[in-house]
T-cell receptor, first 114, second 114 residues
Framework: AQSVTQPDIHITVSEGASLELRCNYS??????LFWYVQSPGQGLQLLLK??????LVQGIKGFEAEFKRSQSSFNLRKPSVHWSDAAEYFC????????????FGAGTILRVKS | DTAVSQTPKYLVTQMGNDKSIKCEQN?????MYWYKQDSKKFLKIMFS???????INETVPNRFSPKSPDKAHLNLHINSLELGDSAVYFC?????????????FGSGTRLTVV
């Protein structure tokens, strides 16, 4: 069965600093991997996704993520964080053979200090 | 213009009542889902439908009954509401092709049972 671990419950970074949010997954085949962002009281917005090919994927809002098969990781990065990036971030792994089910990690809350 | 819309946005009700949440998508997707987000923000799939056919039915009490009158709608009916049903319920949709795989979420329905 698929599973996702986001080891950091909270992360605080200064505005303008770089950011890396960690995600480790467990899945037997080539995974489909996603990062979503949820602002308070809002739904989830897709930041980026990985299916195959180039292991460094670019997303919206200046985010990127790198797929590392050897480490079963899909970490999210941003070179310079803005105050508006404060939100909760969810990593997810999908399997089309299981009815397109997405399994989410527990989320990482990002706080940005000025 | 809203891609996935849920109604109502907020629902406060007493224990033992029956309530419904409606979801509609105008993206032409063929698969729709219900997810529950608990107080710890953990997202767990409840159901998914593909072209009106039930595909995923996770371990959910049978007080919860999804209904899909057509592929653009997926409603959730809950009987005999309990305190533990309080959560945010998200509807989502997706297209089941590799390059379009990834959910579009509604903005959620916050259910409070008192």
């Amino acid at each position: 069965a698929q599973s996702v671990t986001q080891p950091d419950i909270h992360i605080t970074v200064s505005e303008g600093a770089s950011l890396e949010l960690r995600c480790n997954y467990s899945y037997g085949a080539t995974p489909y991997l996603f990062w979503y962002v949820q602002s308070p009281g809002q739904g989830l917005q897709l930041l980026l996704k990985y299916f195959s090919g180039d292991t460094l994927v670019q997303g919206i809002k200046g985010f990127e993520a790198e797929f590392k098969r050897s480490q079963s990781s899909f970490n999210l990065r941003k070179p310079s964080v803005h105050w508006s990036d404060a939100a909760e971030y969810f990593c997810a792994v999908g399997a089309m053979e299981y009815g397109n089910k997405l399994v989410f990690g527990a989320g990482t809350i990002l706080r940005v200090k000025s | 213009d809203t891609a996935v819309s849920q109604t109502p946005k907020y629902l406060v009700t007493q224990m033992g009542n029956d309530k419904s949440i409606k979801c509609e998508q105008n993206l032409g997707h063929d698969t729709m889902y219900w997810y529950k987000q608990d107080s710890k923000k953990f997202l767990k799939i409840m159901f998914s439908y593909n072209n009106k056919e039930l595909i995923i039915n996770e371990t959910v009490p049978n007080r919860f009954s999804p209904k899909s009158p057509d592929k653009a709608h997926l409603n959730l009916h809950i009987n005999s509401l309990e305190l533990g049903d309080s959560a945010v319920y998200f509807c989502a949709s997706s297209q089941a092709t590799v390059h379009n795989y990834g959910y579009t979420f509604g903005s959620g329905t916050r259910l409070t049972v008192v």
